[in-house]
């Protein structure tokens, strides 16, 4: 059970604390500078695309980018690597701000600079979710990732009302100056945790291709992950229309100048604030799911209502539940997500969540600005309301599975068994290994049912096919086989990618038959005696 004290534990680490708060003013600072850029554009008299567009540039680097640095951040130096993309967006924001200062920046030089600096991003991205692991002793990784995963979202919601509120005051060059000093800081912070491993040759190596679809297979494999992303889309693609196209909303719909407009994030940001601190009160009180469909629920309806008013104190007072519930959906599936995945595919797999978060982010502000540009701001924000409470009644019939399933830590390799080959192999040949049960008939059902957890198990954590066979002579025999990338392959899955849960899974398949013989390594045909008992076994549940 989580208690609320639990859930801020990690802040009582100084490092951990240090680097969470200048991360968290990094990300303001990234928010601050996507806001300032929109009212530059609305300053200029730009089309409702083009407002949106601004969002699409900062999230497209992430297709991109974040699937190559989520490899290179499970095998190098990741501290090395945030200090670098730190630098090198302190000095793009900077840059931009003289042009600015200058009135050299043309719509187009604003997203170029928009897209570069979302490849800093999207280069820092899983390196800088998977440090959470370095920082805290294991017992409070949950906390800390959700602590992660909270900073990332509030920054979202207050960057944007404190960019809000300094537009009047300031201006949008200061606003992208203060953009590259929040770079500086977090850089600085990031100078007080502990020096990372080095990156060697061989590292270089393993952050190669095989790496990507190891992590690729993880999340393909596991029903928990691809869970969370069906429902992160059916949430975001809707509910992103606020921070698309609020900015034109506030001028056109409300009539609203800058100061008026960084009321309105303001009150969303209040929201989230508010959000964060009830998550924790309602952690036992409500399932995840539930959660998630009471947030959705309360946003699409404040986007139907954000369509139906022109008073300014109406709106904001819906911006308020607006962000309570944007902070309970996007930081509660990060959390879960995290507090899921092993340490040895944590950085590429979340990889893919930030490319699937970010490609919906993308596709969706520029969904929803070709659609105002043609129907009107006020229809597409109520029809993107209405399709936010339609996914997310439809996601009452897709809950979310199970993640809270024990330690996520590689147990401790066993022995290894003896490899019999078929002519000679090297470390980057396929692998075939084949595992013999003699089962009772008695307990045949009850085995095969089983296996079915072994076998998604055995595809999350390296295998690229598997089947289970039925050998013809001895009837009481089945026979798993699957197939692994390489012999260097299979021993990283058996010493490094197996945890207490997946132990547990083949412990219970083995349970249940009398012998379990050696294991074979093989790289030639299935002899003709041995036929396909069990085509394609269903997930667990």
């Known amino acids: 059970m989580t208690t609320v004290a639990g859930t801020w534990a990690p802040l009582r680490h100084p490092v951990f604390r240090a680097v969470w708060i200048a991360a968290f003013v990094?990300?303001?600072g990234t928010w601050m500078q996507t806001v300032a850029g929109?009212?530059?554009?609305?300053?200029?008299?730009s089309s409702s695309?083009?407002?949106?567009?601004?969002?699409?540039?900062?999230?497209?680097?992430?297709l991109l980018l974040v699937i190559p640095a989520g490899m290179v951040a499970d095998f190098l130096d990741r501290r090395r690597l945030l200090l670098v993309t730190q630098g090198v967006q302190a000095v793009l924001a900077g840059i931009l701000a003289l042009l600015t200062a200058a009135g050299r920046t043309s719509p187009e030089v604003l997203l170029l600079f928009t897209f570069l600096l979302g490849c800093g991003a999207a280069a820092q991205m899983p390196a800088f979710q998977a440090m959470v692991s370095d920082l805290l002793p294991r017992s409070e990784l949950g906390p800390g990732a959700s602590l992660s995963s909270l900073g990332v979202n509030l920054a979202r919601a207050v960057g944007p009302?404190?960019?809000?509120?300094?537009l009047a005051h300031l201006g949008v060059p200061w606003l992208f100056g203060l953009n590259a000093i929040s770079f500086v800081l977090f850089g600085a912070a990031l100078l007080l945790t502990p020096a990372g491993r080095p990156g060697t040759g061989s590292a270089v190596k393993a952050a190669s291709l095989s790496s990507f679809e190891a992590g690729g297979r993880y999340v393909l494999n596991s029903p928990a992950v691809r869970r969370i992303l069906l429902r992160l889309v059916l949430f975001a693609l809707p509910a992103n229309v606020l921070w698309?196209?609020?900015?034109?909303?506030?001028?056109?719909?409300?009539?609203?100048?800058?100061?008026?407009?960084g009321v309105l994030l303001g009150a969303a940001g209040a929201g989230a604030v508010a959000g964060a601190v009830l998550m924790p009160l309602v952690q036992n009180r409500l399932s995840a799911s539930a959660k998630l469909t009471?947030?959705?629920?309360v946003y699409g309806a404040g986007l139907i209502g954000l369509a139906l008013t022109r008073?300014?104190?109406?709106?904001?007072?819906?911006?308020?539940?607006?962000?309570?519930?944007?902070i309970a959906?996007?930081?509660?599936?990060?959390?879960?997500?995290?507090?899921?995945?092993?340490?040895?595919?944590r950085a590429r797999a979340l990889a893919v969540y930030q490319m699937v978060l970010f490609a919906t982010f993308a596709g969706s502000a520029a969904l929803w600005g070709a659609v105002a540009t043609w129907i009107g701001l006020g229809r597409t924000f109520a029809g993107a309301g209405i399709l936010l409470v339609a996914t997310t009644v439809a996601g009452v019939w897709l809950p979310l599975r199970r993640t809270d399933i024990g330690d996520r830590t590689a147990v401790p390799p066993g022995v290894l068994p003896e490899a019999t080959f078929v002519g000679a192999i090297t470390p980057d040949d396929p692998v075939e290994v084949l595992v013999r049960y003699h089962v009772r008939p008695e307990r045949r059902d009850d085995f095969v049912r089983a296996i079915a957890e072994l076998r998604t198990s055995r595809l999350r954590t390296g295998a690229t096919q598997w089947v289970l066979l039925s050998d013809a002579v001895e009837t009481d025999q089945l026979v798993e086989r699957y197939r692994v990338a390489s012999w260097t392959e299979l021993l990283d899955q058996r010493s490094n990618r197996q945890t207490p849960f997946d132990e547990e899974v083949r412990r219970r398949v083995e349970a249940l038959a009398d012998t379990v013989t050696q294991q074979h390594l093989l790289n030639v045909a299935v002899p003709h005696h041995v036929h396909n008992v069990v085509q394609h076994l269903g997930e667990p549940a």
């Open 26 to 28: 990094a990300n303001v």
């Open 38 to 45: 929109q009212w530059l554009l609305i300053e200029q008299h």
């Open 49 to 62: 695309l083009l407002i949106s567009l601004v969002q699409s540039a900062s999230s497209v680097p992430v």
């Open 161 to 166: 009302a404190i960019a809000g509120l300094l």
């Open 244 to 261: 698309a196209l609020l900015a034109p909303l506030a001028e056109g719909r409300l009539g609203l100048g800058a100061a008026g407009y």
């Open 294 to 297: 009471v947030a959705g629920a």
């Open 311 to 326: 008073n300014v104190g109406v709106a904001v007072a819906l911006l308020v539940p607006i962000g309570v519930g944007w």
């Open 329 to 345: 959906v996007i930081a509660g599936l990060n959390a879960g997500v995290q507090a899921f995945l092993p340490d040895w595919v």
